[in-house]
């Protein structure tokens, strides 16, 4: 049985998006009798829910998984990536061996369109944080991917992510083994170069499947 998994904790409202209604298939039969039938519409899978804010994404309670994009070659050197390696420097340790001992990214890069889960995993004051890596541009700086090979990668790392959360949730039974909430940064928009809008479109298309976390928070300090 996988442990219950608390609500995200932010008090702000999140909308459900609404299922779309799909023409009912029944509609182009030509009997006249099923005609005269209230249209019902076919349930549609729910997708994931992005919700706004504006703030620190770091200031987010412990268990929280803060989600931020990455490249392959084990550098969090700009941006926010630089953020997360000051702050989670173990995690960044963990980052850079995924990248350079467990694969290697002349002979055996990371796959592009997965990601990395590390759980918490500071000592001392720092706050308890998952942090997950999406693997959406194998390089950066001026050889990053283009854009829509970002695009391509980001949908099956951010479900590669939630997949491994729920397989996380699954196989513990401990305390703070549970995802509290989802937070990340608009991903890919800066360094990466990718209009924050074409990301949006690609995240808000992910279908959640059973057991997955639904909804996801964007914190942006501009
Ligand atoms: N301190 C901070 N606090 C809060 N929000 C901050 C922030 N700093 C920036 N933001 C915002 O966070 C979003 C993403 O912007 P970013 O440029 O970081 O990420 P990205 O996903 O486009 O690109 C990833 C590659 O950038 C890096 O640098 P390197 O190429 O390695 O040098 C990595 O290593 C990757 O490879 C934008 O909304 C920024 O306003």
């Known amino acids: 049985m996988p442990s219950p998994i608390p609500e995200p904790s932010n008090p702000l409202p999140t909308k459900r998006k609404q299922p779309a209604s799909s023409p009912n298939p029944e509609s182009s039969e030509p009997n006249e009798s099923k005609r005269t039938e ?7 899978a729910p997708t994931l829910t992005l919700t706004n804010h504006t703030g620190d994404i770091f200031s987010a309670p412990p268990n ?14 700009a941006g926010i990536a630089a953020a997360f390696r000051d702050r989670y420097p173990n995690a960044y340790l963990q980052y850079r061996s995924h990248c350079l001992k467990a694969h290697d990214p002349r002979a055996n890069p ?5 990601c990395l889960l590390i759980p918490p995993c500071e000592t ?11 693997f959406t541009s ?9 854009p829509d090979v970002i695009l391509t990668n980001t949908g099956p790392a951010m479900r590669d992510l939630l997949e491994e959360v729920r ?3 699954m196989g ?8 509290s909430g989802i937070r990340m940064c608009k991903i890919n928009s800066a360094r990466f170069g990718v209009p924050w809008h074409r990301t949006v479109e690609v995240l808000e298309g992910i279908v959640v499947e059973e057991g997955w976390k639904g ?3 964007v914190w942006s300090i501009d």
């Open 167 to 169: 397989a996380r949730e």
């Open 215 to 217: 909804d996801a928070e």
């Open 110 to 114: 990371v796959p592009t369109g997965s």
């Open 64 to 77: 929280t998984l803060l989600i931020h994009a990455c490249n392959t070659q084990g550098s969090w050197g």
């Open 124 to 134: 001392g004051d720092v706050p308890r944080h998952w942090i997950g890596c999406l």
């Open 38 to 44: 209230p249209k019902r519409s076919k349930p549609t």
């Open 138 to 146: 194998a390089k950066y700086g001026r050889a990053k991917d283009r």
């Open 172 to 179: 513990t039974e401990g305390e703070g083994e549970v995802v």
